[in-house]
């Protein structure tokens, strides 16, 4: 479980100078006129920490004051009340989050140059993302040119990294951007990244996820792990040698997961007594929740977690940033197919058993 931080929450604070706020972190002062809530939250994390905060709101303005590592990390302030929440970067410097109550998904945060290079991308986003609901409202065709406009999204964030290889902010968008599909141009596209962008943790975790990929691809060794099952006891990837075995990671918080479920059983109950096997690799961070989902859902296979959450050894050992996804073995220990959901899973299963 996450370490719960208590920051203090200022509702009135005075700014001091840059490097002050360097060596004692960041605040954050609110403005929003017309919004009529008690109070804001705020959570971030810092090297896997989860900090959480709340402040009294007074006629639209509010204060947080904490401190983040010497990178600058992603944070959110949100209201339940008045339904909204809004994600930036977060550095230890004064910044601002300014707009009206009637467009909160507006709402500017400045003073984190992080920040004001997301702002740039975020606002290219949007005009991409009105333009795409606008063609939804009009023709057959007009939607399908939609379609393609929405897929678009993924160019538009290269397109930011390629433009900004000095900013923080093209990190998060090249680690989210990476995958099995695009190693090369990823690769490519990092090491044209400044020198000292290079030297921080985040472009660790670039090159820690190309390299994984790397080791991860179709036609390689899987990679083994222990982890505990259910009743406390360790299960390995190996043991499952000699059979086809689906490496499935997923979560009991994971709609898209739970909604494969019932497939996932269907083909299970087809080809377990022929030499198929599922392990089921946890990303849960609570250990009850990921109990109840299983016996929920009925799901009959091994079941193995370290309930790091996002952290689990054996996703970040395969690369896996979003879930659901899996990894098709073969007896010999071979990777023969990745990310088979639906009608792609029976139709593979049934070309190996029939």
């Not at 203090?8 to 954050?28: D, M």
């Amino acid at each position: 479980m996450h370490k719960i931080i208590k920051i203090t929450c200022l509702v009135v604070l005075t700014l001091a100078t840059s490097s002050l706020y360097a060596q004692k972190g960041f605040t954050l002062a609110g403005s929003i006129k017309g919004l009529s809530v008690k109070y804001m939250y705020m959570r971030y994390q810092v090297k896997g920490v989860e900090s959480f905060d709340s402040c009294l709101v007074k006629n639209g303005t509010f204060s947080f004051k904490g401190k983040v590592g010497a990178e600058p990390t992603m944070g959110i302030i949100y209201s339940p009340e008045a339904r909204f929440q809004k994600v930036f970067y977060i550095e230890n410097l004064p910044m601002k989050v300014e707009g009206t109550s009637d467009a909160l998904t507006n709402l500017k945060v400045s003073g984190s140059p992080a920040q004001n290079d997301f702002t740039v991308l975020e606002d290219g986003v949007q005009v991409l993302r009105n333009k795409v609901t606008a063609l939804y409202t009009q023709s057959e065709k007009a939607k399908k040119e939609a379609d393609s406009l929405y897929n678009s999204e993924k160019d538009l964030r290269k397109q930011f990294v390629l433009t900004h290889p000095k900013s923080y902010a093209s990190l998060n968008e090249l680690l989210n951007w990476v995958g099995e599909d695009n190693l090369d141009e990823a690769t490519n596209i990092y090491n044209g990244l400044d020198a000292n962008l290079k030297k921080t943790e985040k472009a660790a975790e670039i090159v820690a996820r190309i390299e994984n990929l790397k080791k991860t691809k179709v036609g390689n060794g899987f990679i083994d792990f222990k982890q505990t099952d259910l009743d406390g006891k360790t299960v390995s990837l190996s043991s499952y040698k000699g059979n086809y075995v689906l490496l499935e990671f997923w979560a009991s918080w994971c709609g898209p997961c739970r909604q494969e479920n019932p497939n996932l059983k269907k083909e299970y109950e087809l080809y377990k007594d022929k030499g198929f096997q599922v392990l089921g690799v946890s990303l849960d961070d609570n250990a009850t929740k990921w109990k109840k989902a299983i016996e929920k859902d009925g799901l009959p296979w091994a079941h193995v977690s370290d309930l790091k959450g996002w952290n689990n050894e054996a996703a970040v050992q395969y690369g896996v940033r979003a879930i659901p996804a899996n990894f098709l073995i073969d007896p010999q220990g071979k990777i023969i197919a990745r990310n088979l959901r639906g009608e792609e899973l029976a139709k593979k299963l049934e070309e190996i058993f029939h």
